[in-house]
């Protein structure tokens, strides 16, 4: 790959020239978060090699070996639910109009499932136990064969539907490539899997949610935002807006239920610190398949320098629509073209 016809997407370069470092504490001290991006080819070689993400299977089988693996990705160790030893899961890449078998072995002590979020399917294989046809989940020890037809195209994910497995790493993304030619044009593509990742086991998160639902939100209105208020808006303007709040019973910091005090957020499994790292041509068309995989977080997200048009949602192709930022909510997908015209380095920020 020759030095000046590539870049690589990486979170080494910030905007605004904060060093990392200090950028990513001081995003995750506000109890919001993270960033990664697209960069010069200089850098490549150096973060290259620990930061490509998840691999990718395709073909028309596929196993799939779930199994606890321990992880750092905070400086101390934790375990990790993982998939064919890989966290985010492998990226499963079909075809339209294929059959496939995915068979799916359960290495944990607990029961297992995968539902395929987003895929159209016989309700035997959608692998929500209890609620899918003759489907009680993977007993430990056990390999559950699906088998389904793939009878749409887009950008979709799977994840565990047992216990907090997702949340301790079981989700991938799926792409289906279709049996038409895409009407979308594109040089190359990338999943962009954003997750929130916590050391903490989810069982003592859930149990500190039940006792105190603002246990993670260290942000709270205080005296001084009171005497502030008052200052800038006046008494009475003030006091109109507590007491709406008040009535409603909801706090206006309350954006999340677990927050940057317990989470590091992650991009295809690659933290801030880090950095995911993705290649690409001075002026190709990059398409980037935007997944929300993460338990509980709303990202904002954007490239500073660079316009998104969003080409799919969910799957499902839209209307071009060029935006500078996307939200994109729990378990969402957006797939984005993006051309960047020069060899500088781009962040994909995720907030
Ligand atoms: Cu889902």
């Avoid at 993304?173 to 190359?188: C, G, K, W, Y």
């Amino acid at each position: 790959m020759s030095e000046d016809s590539n870049s690589l997407i990486s979170a080494a370069c910030q905007p605004q020239n904060i060093s990392r470092r200090r950028f990513v504490l001081g995003v995750a001290g506000s109890s919001l978060l993270a960033g990664l991006g697209f960069t010069p080819s200089i850098l490549h070689a150096a973060v290259q090699q620990a930061q490509t993400g998840q691999p990718t299977l395709s073909g028309k089988v596929f196993d799939l070996n779930i199994a606890e693996q321990a992880v750092n990705f905070t400086g101390s160790g934790a375990i990790a639910t993982t998939v064919n030893g890989s966290l985010p899961a492998p990226t499963l890449r079909f075809k339209e109009g294929d059959t496939v078998t995915l068979r799916v072995t359960n290495h944990l002590k607990q029961t297992t499932s995968i539902h395929w979020h987003g895929l159209i399917l016989p309700s035997g294989m959608d692998g929500v136990p209890g609620i899918s046809n003759n489907f009680n989940g993977i007993a430990p020890g056990e390999t559950f064969v699906y088998q389904f037809k793939l009878v749409q195209s887009g950008t979709y994910w799977y994840h565990s539907h047992s216990g907090f497995q997702e949340q301790t790493g079981l989700y991938g993304s799926i792409v289906v490539d279709p049996a038409e030619p895409d009407p979308v044009a594109f040089d190359r593509d990338y999943v962009v899997m954003l997750s929130d990742w916590s050391d903490e086991d989810p069982n003592d998160i859930y149990a500190k949610l039940k006792k105190l639902s603002h246990y993670y939100n260290v942000k709270q209105r205080s005296h001084s935002d009171l005497m502030a208020d008052i200052k800038n808006k006046g008494f009475s303007a003030t006091w109109a807006e507590r007491s709406m709040w008040s009535q409603m019973r909801m706090s206006q910091r309350d954006l999340s239920d677990v927050t940057g005090y317990t989470y590091t957020y992650l991009m295809n499994g690659v933290t801030p610190a880090d950095g995911w790292v993705g290649l690409f041509k001075r002026g190709e068309k990059v398409r980037l398949r935007l997944v929300n995989g993460s338990a509980m977080s709303f990202f904002d997200l954007r490239i500073p320098g660079l316009m998104m048009t969003v080409v799919a949602a969910d799957g499902q192709n839209v209307e071009p629509v060029t935006v500078q930022e996307i939200r994109l909510g729990v378990a969402e997908t957006y797939d984005v073209i993006v051309e960047p015209s020069d060899d500088s380095a781009y962040t994909i920020f995720a907030q």
